[in-house]
């Protein structure tokens, strides 16, 4: 019986992360970020890998990939009073989730996101499927946020 239902258990587990939503508008992300509890910075940039640093899931010894951290340095600019215009340049932790058998990554590019603060550190959220955390940068995403910064995020 304990058998029939672990596997059920990893049965849904793998449903479940193979039927990602869709994924959250940059406006969606901002909304999000500002009803939170949580501090967050929003920030536009480079995120690069360190070297030495675990970019991928590794798996258990039945198969499973495990969570992890690593750390990333991102590069560009943070919102301030003004809009986009403060500089950042920070090294980050990126927390890699994981649901059933697949996992996000550490980034590797250019990004906008929404990175939690905790005390002295930055962190960026990365699991399987797309989440409000993290969005690829581009002048339209760029627009978005300068809407959302002033106000006028589209619905």
Known sequence: MLRVAFITLILASS????????????SDSFRFAAGSDRAYVLAAGIVDRLGGQQSTARTDLRGVPQSFEAKARFSGVRAGAGGLNQRFNEIITVEVSCAGLRCGAVPQGGFIAF?????????????????????????????????CLAGRCPR
């Open 15 to 26: 449903a479940q992360a193979q039927s990602c939503r869709e994924a959250p508008t940059l």
């Open 115 to 147: 990175l939690e603060r905790r005390g002295d550190t930055h962190v960026l959220r990365s699991g399987p499927c797309p989440d409000y955390a993290l969005h690829r940068d581009s002048p339209a995403a760029r627009a978005e946020v300068r809407a």
